[in-house]
């Protein structure tokens, strides 16, 4: 059973910074994009980052320039490091990978996270 499980959200002031951290467990072979997405009461859930496995990066507008995701291929990690943060970025943050689960198989399962939340207060 392959598990994404996040760590670090949190209540932080406006212009104060978080580590959002995601690690895989589970049996699989290897992991291509991995992303954060996150969902603000009453909106859609929407991307805030991506990365692929060659450590290409996109980011939704919003946060450009204040956050910066990175990965941990060896640990099956992801991170989100955030930044000058803003109350509008206050929802809870997912963190999402493509699981190529079997060696024999180019094809990938996506799977999410349980979500953690992250309050920025004004």
């Known amino acids: 059973q392959v598990q994404l499980v996040e760590s670090g959200g949190g209540l932080v002031q406006a212009g104060g910074s978080l580590r959002l951290s995601c690690a895989a467990s589970?049996?699989?072979?290897?992991?291509?994009?991995m992303g954060w997405y996150r969902q603000a009461p009453g909106k859609q859930r929407e991307l805030v980052a991506s990365?692929?496995?060659?450590?290409?990066?996109s980011y939704a507008e919003a946060v450009k320039g204040r956050f910066i995701i990175s990965r941990e291929n060896a640990k099956k990690r992801v991170d989100l490091q955030m930044n000058s943060l803003k109350p509008e970025d206050t929802a809870i943050y997912y963190c999402?990978?493509?699981?190529?689960?079997?060696?024999?198989?180019?094809?990938?399962?996506?799977?999410w996270g349980q979500g953690t939340q992250v309050t920025v207060s004004s």
């Open positions: 589970g049996r699989f072979f290897s992991i291509n994009d």
């Open positions: 999402n990978a493509d699981i190529r689960t079997n060696v024999l198989s180019t094809i990938t399962t996506n799977y």
């Open positions: 990365i692929t496995r060659g450590d290409t990066t």
